[in-house]
């Protein structure tokens, strides 16, 4: 059984660009989750993806978005980069929306310069 | 919305040694609460959780507590290891569609051998 994989593990951007991230959920697992975790902080969730579908959003801007693919990996896609963007971007799958397990991938580790 | 406060922020203990975490929520409607661990450059782990139907529960080394009335839980680690090191996060999530965690800002813990 894979577990759930990030890519890439670093990246830097500078103020005002545009970022994707992706995920790979694990094997079985129809729901992503993607939170962002700030230094020394715990993670914040910015929103929930289940079936292709959006499934619950955080106190994140619209320039926070989104996508899920049929085999149900996903996307993070940030808009407009600000330097309060830099954080460890974690994306986490479950069997299902309202499962409480969520399987945590080791996550992207975003610098805005 | 609702707001997790965790303390300690640092907590250092000889191995062996037991090791108390304390988190606190404001929102009564929240009714799980789980704990993660997270080590260096890997993504959150579930260790522990609790429902609040339950005072508490016990896996092993590790038990978790709940006070419904006062709001707040504990996280409990008897005999200490070194390998119990790591940054450890409590959440709080109300019932719902999506299972969405509001986490605390996490307690590093150091296991001195």
């Known amino acids: 059984e894979t577990g759930v994989t990030q890519s890439p593990t670093h990246l830097i951007k500078t103020r005002g660009q545009q970022v994707t991230l992706r995920c790979s959920s694990q094997?079985?697992?129809?729901?992503v989750s993607w939170y962002q975790q700030a230094l020394g902080q715990g993670p914040q969730f910015i929103f929930q993806y289940y079936r292709e579908e959006e499934n619950g959003r955080g106190n994140f801007p619209p320039r926070f978005s989104g996508l899920q693919f049929p085999n149900y990996s996903s996307e993070l896609n940030v808009n407009a980069l600000e330097l309060d963007d830099s954080a460890l971007y974690l994306c986490a799958s479950s069997p299902t929306s309202g499962d409480n397990e969520q399987f945590f991938g080791p996550g992207t580790r975003l610098t805005v310069l | 919305g609702e707001n997790v406060e965790q303390h300690p922020s640092t907590l250092s203990v000889q191995e062996g040694d037991s090791a108390v975490i304390k988190c606190t929520y404001s929102?009564?409607?929240?009714?799980?609460f789980p704990w993660y661990k997270q080590e260096l450059g890997k993504g959150p782990q579930l260790i522990i959780d609790?429902?609040?139907?339950?005072g508490e529960k016990k896996d092993q080394r590790i038990a978790v507590t709940l006070n419904k009335t006062a709001k707040h839980f504990s996280l409990h680690i008897t005999e200490t290891q070194p390998e119990d090191s790591a940054v450890y996060f409590c959440a709080a999530s109300k019932p719902g569609g999506s299972y969405i965690p509001t986490f605390g800002r996490g307690t590093s813990l150091i296991v001195h051998p």
């Open positions: 094997s079985g697992h129809n729901t």
């Open positions: 609790i429902r609040s139907n339950v």
């Open positions: 929102d009564s409607a929240s009714n799980y």
